[in-house]
């Protein structure tokens, strides 16, 4: 099946700058890569998503990019505040029935 | 509002004592799944389904059971838990509409504990 890495595990960022995340994946037929967050004691919530026929998509502070050929996706926080603090994990799916996370990351802005 | 509910929230309960998670969504979607979550290891998909009657396993099942009888349930069973399915436990259900975007939308979580 399917297998995701995200890289880092735990990151600190000053607050106004920005973050990045990276997350690559095994399965070259994976066409839909969302991005969740996180927040202490809650469920994951979607915050941003991309599909294979694209290669970069942003809202607002938030973008992510794909790179097909190379099985990679990343999560870019621009400008960040305390309340991007939370874990964020990315997935990737063929079919949108079988999911596969990555293992989170800790995201840390630092007043 | 819409929302996907678990219950209970939090259970600690003892090796082979049989337990019933139960999620219930009110946004009328086709697809739920289970999920566990354990520190170093994310998410992992237990089981999912399509719609009533139609289940399929995740990429972790060992150890657990489902059913789909109506559209809006969708409850996680442990018949005889163990220590290694200590974990979060969370239900998620999805729209699989024509232009279904995919999103999935997540409970609040279960925290299981088995001594």
């Known amino acids: 099946g399917e297998n995701v890495e995200q890289h880092p595990s735990t990151l600190s960022v000053q607050e106004g700058d920005s973050a990045v995340i990276k997350c690559t994946y095994s399965?070259?037929?994976?066409?839909?890569f969302p991005w969740y967050k996180q927040e202490l004691g809650k469920g994951p919530q979607l915050i941003i998503d991309?599909?294979?026929?694209?290669g970069e998509k942003k809202d607002q502070r938030i973008a992510v990019t794909l790179n097909k050929t190379a099985k990679h996706f990343s999560l870019h926080i621009t400008e960040t505040q305390p309340e991007d603090s939370a874990v964020y994990f990315c997935?990737?799916?063929?079919?949108?029935?079988?999911?596969?996370f990555g293992t989170g990351t800790s995201l840390t802005v630092i007043p | 509002e819409a929302q996907v509910t678990q219950n209970p929230r939090y259970l600690i309960t003892v090796t082979g004592k049989k337990l019933t998670v139960t999620c219930s969504q009110n946004?009328?979607?086709?697809?739920m799944s289970w999920y566990r979550q354990d520190p170093g290891l994310g998410l992992r998909q237990i089981y999912y389904?399509?719609?009533?009657?139609?289940?399929d396993k995740g990429d972790v099942p060992e150890g657990y059971k489902v059913s789909r009888k109506e559209k809006r349930n969708f409850p996680l069973i442990l018949e005889s838990p163990s220590p290694n399915q200590t974990s979060l436990y969370f239900c998620?259900?999805?729209?699989?509409?024509?232009?279904?975007?995919?999103?999935?939308?997540f409970g609040p979580g279960t925290r299981l504990t088995v001594t």
């Open positions: 998620a259900s999805s729209s699989l509409h024509r232009n279904r975007d995919y999103e999935q939308y």
């Open positions: 399965d070259s037929a994976s066409n839909y």
């Open positions: 991309i599909r294979s026929n694209v």
């Open positions: 997935a990737a799916t063929f079919t949108g029935n079988q999911f596969y």
């Open positions: 946004m009328n979607h086709e697809y």
């Open positions: 389904s399509m719609n009533v009657e139609v289940t």
